[in-house]
């Protein structure tokens, strides 16, 4: 089963020494999830100050500075691991830096029709070594029951296909819509106690229901993709840019501190 681990904190509780390690700590983990199988993607975001708002009404865009959601604590990275079960994700939650400070919301992604298929492997012209691209990740949010059943299946299939288009310009790199909000879990540890809630994180209408991690020159053209995906016509696309990795890449630490935790 594959979830991802989304990442929630406030932004001014890490010193920039801690951030540095908690990247670190992560990036570790990620390498040994990756050897084992399970690891099939991870970022940090930037700031929330950075991020951007997109929605479109009746053909018309609008675009907001600022988070979707407002607040205390932010969302602020990603994990994507296959592992057999639920138990299994929230082991590996609780073994991230963050949750001793903030949340992890697991939520399992949901799998597409047998009709349908997203784009595999690196399209050629993916701009992996053009130092003028940046990756984005789209977060796309709307409320319960927006779109009526009849017109989810073809929504769905319109986003697969501007998935394809993307691919095709070597902007694509992955995406994904989640499973319900019902099916969320969130686990924090605090005073060394682990603790497991059931649920999505932020108590909003609009709830996070698919991401699309995209490879583009700048934000202006992450907004015109936002734009053309059916989701944005009734609910709202955050866009934030990752963080990128590669100079602390180079001095990841392999010792990760372990946290004993009692029995469930």
Not at 155 to 174: I, T
């Amino acid at each position: 089963m594959r979830y991802m681990l989304l990442i929630y904190g406030a932004e001014n509780c890490w010193t920039e020494e801690e951030r540095t390690e908690c990247i670190h700590q992560s990036m570790a983990i990620s390498e040994e999830l990756a050897a084992k199988g399970e690891w099939i993607d991870s970022s940090p975001l930037h700031s929330v100050t950075t991020a951007t708002c997109v929605r479109v009404r009746n053909g018309v865009r609008q675009i907001t500075d600022g988070p979707y959601a407002e607040t205390t604590e932010q969302f602020g990275g990603y994990y994507i691991i296959e592992v057999d079960t639920l138990a299994d994700a929230i082991e590996i939650a609780c073994r991230l830096p963050p949750v001793t400070k903030g949340t992890i919301e697991i939520r399992p992604l949901l799998a597409l029709p047998d009709a349908l298929s997203l784009p595999t492997g690196n399209s050629s012209q993916l701009a992996s070594d053009s130092q003028s691209s940046r990756d984005y990740i789209l977060l796309m949010y709307a409320e319960e029951g927006a779109w009526p059943s009849e017109e989810h299946a073809p929504a769905l299939a319109e986003s697969v296909d501007v998935c394809h288009q993307l691919h095709e310009h070597g902007q694509f790199v992955s995406a994904a819509p989640l499973q319900p909000p019902d099916t969320a879990v969130c686990v924090r540890i605090r005073n060394q106690q682990r603790e497991v809630i059931d649920g999505p994180f932020p108590e909003t209408k609009e709830q996070l229901g698919g991401y699309f991690l995209i490879r583009v020159a700048n934000l202006d053209e992450a907004i015109a993709i936002a734009a053309r995906i059916p989701g944005t016509r009734r609910g709202t696309a955050e866009i934030r840019p990752l963080f990128p990795l590669a100079d602390i890449s180079k001095n990841v630490s392999t010792a990760i501190p372990s946290i004993d935790l009692p029995p469930d």
